[in-house]
């Protein structure tokens, strides 16, 4: 039979929020490149800068990753979390994640770690697999922040 589903599984790729904008750059980087601004636009400027927002950011995957995580469960089916290796040292840093162990066939919930890797200056990169992680659905509702949030 063809054009059957046999199985799935969930997978969430997390990207990072940002904060502040982005728009005094783009109008400096125009400029440099001979592009004339609108008259009186004087945002090329403006000091404001732009950022990863990491606080934010986590809060929203691990909230995320509760709800998911519990229906996938309820329906016998597993979610994968993919995630950069400098992201999860940040979650490992503002939270407590030494419950989680290596990742299991069964297990409901999985966090996969990937890094960026460049053999040499000359080379592509390439995306590799860092570690693979169980994440316990009550256990990981238990995560505390080691600092206060605002």
């Not at 090329?44 to 800068?49: E, R």
């Not at 993919?82 to 290596?102: A, G, P, T």
């Not at 960026?116 to 592509?124: F, K, Y």
Request: with cysteine; charged share 25%.
């Amino acid at each position: 039979m063809y054009n059957e589903i046999k199985d799935f599984v969930g997978i969430e790729l997390q990207t990072l929020d940002t904060t502040g904008t982005t728009w005094p750059d783009r109008q400096r980087f125009i400029q440099e490149k001979g592009i004339m601004l609108d008259e009186g636009d004087t945002s090329a400027t403006s000091l404001k800068t732009f950022g990863m927002n990491w606080k934010m950011t986590a809060k929203t995957t691990l909230i995320q990753l509760h709800h998911k995580v519990q229906t996938f469960q309820e329906i016998d089916k597993h979610l994968v979390l993919v995630i950069q290796d400098h992201f999860m040292s940040y979650i490992k840093k503002e939270f407590r994640f030494d419950h989680l162990n290596q990742a299991r066939l069964g297990d409901s919930a999985h966090i996969h770690v990937y890094s960026m890797q460049q053999a040499d200056e000359n080379s592509p990169f390439k995306l590799e697999l860092d570690v693979r992680l169980l994440m316990v659905l009550l256990r990981a509702w238990d995560c505390k922040p080691t600092q206060k949030w605002n």
